[in-house]
Nanobody, 121 residues
Framework: QVQLVESGGGLVQAGDSLRLSCAASGRTISTYAMGWFRQAPGKERDIVAGISWSGGSTDYADSVKGRFTISRDNAKNTVYLQMNSLKPEDTAVYYC??????????????WGQGTQVTVSS
């Protein structure tokens, strides 16, 4: 079992930056691909970014390419999402996920509880 806890969300203005963290416990994340998803009110949960086991491969939703960066520190059992140039449409609950497969699937194996990101215009 892997337990995932997200942190770093909050209320920011358009153009600001935030860094989300996902701390894992229970098992090392080095054997899992990791991803960040988000779900806005009334919408489905969508992939934002994913990263392979060693960090050698990453993928991003078109809407965040060039603004968001996913990274991982396996020694710290933590995954990050650096979000720059935030827009109001980035407002959502952000979830961290761990999966045995890369790219991370929509039905990943483990999920965190989510952290709210709100971007005001």
């Amino acid at each position: 079992q892997v337990q995932l806890v997200e942190s770093g969300g909050g209320l920011v203005q358009a153009g600001d930056s935030l860094r989300l963290s996902c701390a894992a416990s229970g098992r090392t994340i080095s054997t899992y691909a990791m991803g960040w998803f988000r779900q806005a009110p009334g919408k489905e949960r969508d992939i934002v970014a994913g990263i392979s086991w060693s960090g050698g491969s990453t993928d991003y939703a078109d809407s965040v390419k060039g603004r968001f960066t996913i990274s991982r520190d396996n020694a710290k059992n933590t995954v990050y999402l650096q979000m720059n140039s935030l827009k109001p449409e980035d407002t959502a609950v952000y979830y961290c996920a761990a999966d045995v497969i890369y790219p991370v699937r929509a039905m990943a194996d483990y999920w965190g509880q989510g952290t709210q990101v709100t971007v005001s215009s």
